[in-house]
């Protein structure tokens, strides 16, 4: 039995109370701290008390937005997003180790430490205690990093690798190379706000 399901049968008499959320949050799990319009956690709706685990996906519809945490990283999705985060290996399987963003906009900021690695359509990021923020389609990828540093590199190899530090340092990536963009669709008060969900204080 996986310890989320440990968490919800040890603790399910407490969920009409809204006890169930910082409950899971002290166990490390994901956990919700804003959603509005249509968000689906594999495919079903996602409510306020559901605890978020590596291995699930997260989507919204065209209304659709979410905030949260998981161990230590936090993330926003934009309307129209689909995020599968996939589990640390080694055992530690309350910690996001890879994410695969299929499409949309995503926000997030990483605790300090284990690398993470972002995988969207046209390019793979390599995160190390950075806040990003990427929007994605079949055809580009936009990717800022709003703070720290991060690795691009093609996803089908070979156009793109460059290293890349912010503050808000931003690329356009298509499968033909990437070229320097402006600040686009996000604030560096968003960022902010996601270390603030995890306790750290305002990056810039």
């Known amino acids: ?17 809204g006890a169930l959320l910082p409950l899971c949050a002290a166990a490390q799990w994901g956990v919700v701290h804003e959603l509005s319009g249509e968000v689906l956690l594999n495919g079903r709706p996602m409510l306020r008390h559901h605890a978020i685990e590596p291995g699930q996906t997260v989507s919204t519809g065209a209304n659709g937005r979410v905030w949260f945490s998981v161990a230590g990283d936090a993330f926003f999705l934009r309307a129209g997003s689909e995020l599968r985060l996939r589990p640390a290996t080694g055992g530690r399987d309350s910690v996001v180790e890879a994410l695969r963003l299929v499409s949309g906009a995503l926000g997030a900021t990483f605790s300090r430490g284990a690398r993470r690695t972002l995988v969207t359509q046209t390019v793979t990021i390599g995160i190390r205690g950075t806040g990003i923020y990427v929007r994605t389609t079949p055809q580009e990828t936009y ?7 991060v690795e691009l590199s093609s996803a089908a190899g070979g156009a793109v690798h460059e290293s890349l530090a ?7 990536v298509t499968p033909a190379g990437a070229t320097a963009a402006p600040l686009a669709d996000h604030t560096s008060e968003e960022i902010a706000r996601l270390e603030r969900l995890v306790g750290r204080p305002n990056p810039f």
Do not use: D, K, S, Y
């Not at 912010?166 to 356009?172: E, Y």
């Open 166 to 172: 912010g503050p808000h340092a931003a690329r356009r």
């Open 143 to 149: 990717a800022c990093t709003c703070f720290g540093a």
């Open 1 to 17: 039995m996986n310890r989320h399901r440990r968490c919800l049968l040890a603790h399910g008499a407490l969920l009409a109370t």
